[in-house]
C-alpha cells in the first residue's frame, strides 16, 4: 500500500512560480510510475505530467510545467512556471505500473491534493 502527500500549493499572481512536491511511502518508489494531474472545479480530473523513465506532458503545460524525481527521498516534484489563470485547479499526485501514465485509469494510489491558484 503506497501513501502519497501532496505539498507546495498556494495562491501566486499570474506568471508567477511555484513547485509542487509529493512524498510516497509504504512501497519500492522507484518501481512506480508517477504522475501529476488536476482537477478545476466543475471538471473532470486530467493529466498534467508524468515519469516512468521517460517524461510526458500535456500540451498546454509543455515548456512551462517540469516533472522530476528523487528516488532516494522517495519523491516526485512538479515545477511550475509561468503559471497562468487556467491553471487554477486542485492538483493531486498518484502512483502506478501500467503503461497507461497519461489516464487516470493508470493508477491505483492517489494523495489527497493541494490547491494552486493563479491570479491574474
Known amino acids: 500500500q503506497v501513501q502519497l502527500v501532496e505539498s507546495g500549493g498556494g495562491l501566486v499572481q499570474a506568471g508567477g512560480s511555484l513547485r509542487l512536491s509529493c512524498v510516497a511511502s509504504g512501497g519500492s518508489f522507484s518501481y512506480y510510475n508517477m504522475g501529476w494531474f488536476r482537477q478545476a472545479p466543475g471538471k473532470e480530473r486530467e493529466f498534467v505530467a508524468a515519469t516512468s523513465g521517460k517524461t510526458y506532458y500535456t500540451d498546454s503545460v509543455k515548456g512551462r510545467f517540469t516533472i522530476s524525481r528523487d528516488n532516494a527521498k522517495n519523491t516526485v516534484y512538479l515545477q511550475m512556471n509561468s503559471l497562468k489563470p487556467e491553471d487554477t485547479a486542485v492538483y493531486y499526485c498518484?502512483?502506478?505500473?501500467?503503461?497507461?501514465?497519461?489516464?487516470?485509469?493508470?493508477?491505483?494510489?492517489w494523495g489527497q491534493g493541494t490547491q494552486v491558484s493563479a491570479s491574474s
Open positions: 498518484a502512483a502506478g505500473k501500467s503503461f497507461r501514465v497519461t489516464t487516470t485509469g493508470g493508477y491505483g494510489y
